[in-house]
T-cell receptor
Framework: GENVEQHPSTLSVQEGDSAVIKCTYSDSASNYFPWYKQELGKRPQLIIDIRSNVGEKKDQRIAVTLNKTAKHFSLHITETQPEDSAVYFCAATEASGGSYIPTFGRGTSLIVHP | ETGVTQTPRHLVMGMTNKKSLKCEQHLGHNAMYWYKQSAKKPLELMFVYNFKEQTENNSVPSRFSPECPNSSHLFLHLHTLQPEDSALYLC????????????FGPGTRLLVL
């Protein structure tokens, strides 16, 4: 089965700095990589995703890069703001018996200090 | 925020109790999922239903029993749970099992005493 490692577990930055969260996966069959943001006491919400036929995707201050050869993908947040503080989860999704099953990382707690 | 709802939001139960968690999605999706979220652990997929049929059971103990009467509703029946089952139980849905993007409910915070 798939195994996803996520680092760091905690990331503390000053407002305006950039934040980078990295994930590695083990199964080369995984082909869809979403990132979820979970604020305290709230549900995980998809913030950006990337498919294996794309190397980079950007949405305003958020970008994701994928290196299929090395089996790692990263989330980049620029010009961080206090409201970016949350737990961020990466996932690697592979097709299994016709279903797309995500395997999640352990999460990164991002703290943005004003 | 109302696309996927879960009730109750909080639940405290004893180890001999029987309770049920309910999930409802208003997105017209056909696939639904149960996840367990414990502190310091990755989200753990428990069950997958596609068009009311269970397609995945990730070695979940039999004290957890899912039920999917239709594509909009998903239940998780709980019986003789253990304290280590205390966690946040999240429901999610996707258009169907071949659409990767999942939408999560707010979760049920479960405490087993």
């Amino acid at each position: 089965g798939e195994n996803v490692e996520q680092h760091p577990s905690t990331l503390s930055v000053q407002e305006g700095d950039s934040a980078v969260i990295k994930c590695t996966y083990s199964d080369s069959a995984s082909n869809y990589f979403p990132w979820y943001k979970q604020e305290l006491g709230k549900r995980p919400q998809l913030i950006i995703d990337i498919r294996s036929n794309v190397g980079e995707k950007k949405d305003q201050r958020i970008a994701v890069t994928l290196n299929k050869t090395a089996k790692h993908f990263s989330l980049h947040i620029t010009e961080t703001q206090p409201e970016d503080s949350a737990v961020y989860f990466c996932a690697a999704t592979e097709a299994s018996g016709g279903s797309y099953i995500p395997t999640f990382g352990r999460g990164t707690s991002l703290i943005v200090h004003p | 925020e109302t696309g996927v709802t879960q009730t109750p939001r909080h639940l405290v139960m004893g180890m001999t109790n029987k309770k049920s968690l309910k999930c409802e999605q208003h997105l017209g999706h056909n696939a639904m999922y149960w996840y367990k979220q414990s502190a310091k652990k990755p989200l753990e997929l428990m069950f997958v239903y596609n068009f009311k049929e269970q397609t995945e059971n990730n070695s979940v103990p039999s004290r957890f029993s899912p039920e999917c009467p239709n594509s909009s509703h998903l239940f998780l029946h709980l019986h003789t749970l253990q304290p280590e089952d205390s966690a946040l139980y999240l429901c999610a849905s996707s258009q169907d099992r071949q659409k990767e993007t999942q939408y999560f409910g707010p979760g049920t915070r479960l405490l087993v005493l």
